[in-house]
């Protein structure tokens, strides 16, 4: 398969090549809106647009949307300039990437797109979240740490609120792995403790010969329908793993010790190479500490941490996972895709969503179900967030024209911080013109000593 690569700097090109052909992609090179018209005329192919050119690949973006409205188009970031997601994706980019480019993050998005246009039933349409999106700086280190997981066999926990994407991380260090394996997913308290036990190391009487052989005392056995076995090679990822009965944590803990058991059909011990990964919520330290979890089992299980930072820390994804919920959501109900109006996904990009992904979803949901636009509205976002109960926007005990003025106050400074006290770039984020935006900031008393003290903070933690 080919695809057109729009503005990749020169220093950049072979090591892009080598990445997009570990994808099994042929790469086309471009280096303006004039050369890929060219080229797409000859052949239509999905265009990769490098943001690092700025206010040009976003102007190429649009050219293209214009001139060539069935080409699939996505993104590579630049990471100095955050604010060319949300104009890649109002410009009506797919998706976005990081740079270094992930061979499997750009197949899976070309799948994905491609089944779309086909019509077929898609994963996304179930809520299912298998991109490991990293343009922020708090995923930085994420990225970084799940490839390192990813090259070894060693235990992994991935700790973070629910809905931050536990299992998304243990896929992508799943994903690592040189051959093909099973990524088997248990969730701990779904089970009753002889429920679990069974589905984890499988229903068996005695193995011929056990009683013969004395070490077979010491080594568990897993019988060919349990769980355990179908992840040999592969990743086990355990949920709720406090969930566990004692005796369940103590039968893993030997067996992630010894990395072999007895193969409950024949007696034959088997190699256990599986890597286990465990979903934590930020409290489970504190079950270890309680002895709700057995520490030896922990000990065997973090051998690498991994810590996800919620989503109201990570502000710069929210853009790229917003769209990429909203073209499922479309393609679910067969609709052609939507877009977020370059307010509304500031608006996305402000909100706590002390939900995280799911919470975001929902309110997409509603979105999409409630208005007819094909490019989605500020107002319209906020009309669905309000239905959602106020889990985002409470008001209590203020009239709503307070609750408005509270609001549109801490929206627009939340847009300069974000904008580093640019009122010109905050506007445009806003979809004002800036001489407005002056006007609110006086009636809002959202003073000129305020965007100093934004600047002064970011060129003290940001610079």
Same mark, same amino acid.
């Given at each position: #398969? ?24 042929? *790469? ?15 052949? +239509? ?9 700025? /206010? ?22 630049? #990471? ?14 797919? +998706? ?53 997981? @990813? ?32 990524? *088997? ?9 002889? @429920?679990?036990?069974? !589905? $984890? ?10 009683? /013969?052989?004395?070490?077979?005392? +010491? ?68 079950? *270890? ?18 810590? $996800? ?105 939340? #847009? ?8 010109? +770039?905050?506007?445009? /984020?806003?979809?004002? !013109? ?16 305020? *965007? ?12």
């Amino acid at each position: #398969m080919q695809i057109l690569y729009i503005g990749c700097p020169p220093s950049e090109r072979a090591e892009a090549g080598r990445l997009l052909a570990a994808a099994a992609l042929e *790469v086309l090179w471009a280096d303006s809106t004039a050369g890929a018209l060219a080229k797409l005329q000859r052949r +239509d192919m999905p265009v990769l647009l490098d943001l690092s050119r700025g /206010a040009a690949a976003i102007r190429t973006a649009r050219d293209l949307r214009i001139r060539r409205a069935r080409t699939l188009m996505f993104a590579v970031a630049d #990471m100095r300039r955050p604010d060319l997601t949300n104009e890649a994706v109002v410009s009506g980019v797919a +998706d976005v990437f990081a740079r270094p480019l992930g061979p499997s993050r750009v197949v899976n998005a070309l799948e994905r797109e491609g089944a779309q246009q086909r019509g077929r039933r898609l994963r996304a349409q179930a809520g299912v979240w298998d991109d490991l999106y990293c343009l922020s700086p708090s995923m930085h280190d994420v990225s970084a740490r799940t490839v390192q997981a @990813g090259l070894l066999r060693a235990g992994v926990v991935v700790r973070g609120e629910s809905g931050t994407g536990r299992r998304v991380v243990a896929r992508a260090i799943h994903a690592h792995q040189p051959q093909p394996a099973r990524f *088997v997913a248990v969730d701990c308290a779904a089970f009753d403790s002889t @429920g679990l036990e069974r !589905e $984890l190391f499988g229903g068996f009487g005695a193995a011929p010969g056990a009683d /013969a052989d004395p070490l077979a005392l +010491d080594r568990e056995r897993v019988s060919r329908s349990s769980r355990l076995y179908d992840a040999i090679g592969g990743t086990c990822y355990l949920r709720n793993l406090a969930a566990a009965s004692a005796r369940v944590q103590a039968r893993l803990a030997r067996l992630l010790c010894r990395r072999e058991a007895l193969l409950a059909e024949t007696g034959e011990p088997i190699v256990m190479d599986v890597r286990p990964v465990a979903g934590i919520d930020p409290h489970f330290d504190q079950a *270890v500490r309680e002895g709700r979890v057995r520490d030896d089992l922990y000990r065997r299980l973090s051998a690498i941490r991994i810590d $996800l930072p919620p989503l109201r820390n990570r502000r710069e994804d929210i853009p790229a996972i917003a769209n990429y919920f909203l073209r499922g959501i479309c393609a679910s109900r067969k609709v052609a895709p939507k877009t977020l109006s370059r307010p509304a996904l500031s608006l996305m990009a402000a909100l706590p969503w002390r939900g995280n992904a799911p919470e975001l979803r929902e309110v997409l949901e509603a979105v999409a179900g409630s208005s007819d636009e094909t490019c989605i509205s500020l107002e319209a976002v906020l009309g669905s967030v309000r239905l959602e109960g106020g889990s985002v926007l409470s008001a209590a005990r203020r009239t709503l024209r307070q609750a408005h003025v509270q609001f549109e106050r801490e929206y627009i400074a939340t #847009m300069l911080e974000q904008h580093r006290g640019s009122v010109s +770039d905050a506007a445009r /984020a806003l979809g004002i !013109e800036r001489t407005n935006l002056y006007r609110k900031l006086r009636r809002l008393r959202v003073d000129g000593a305020a *965007v100093a003290g934004i600047r002064k903070y970011h060129s003290r933690h940001i610079a």
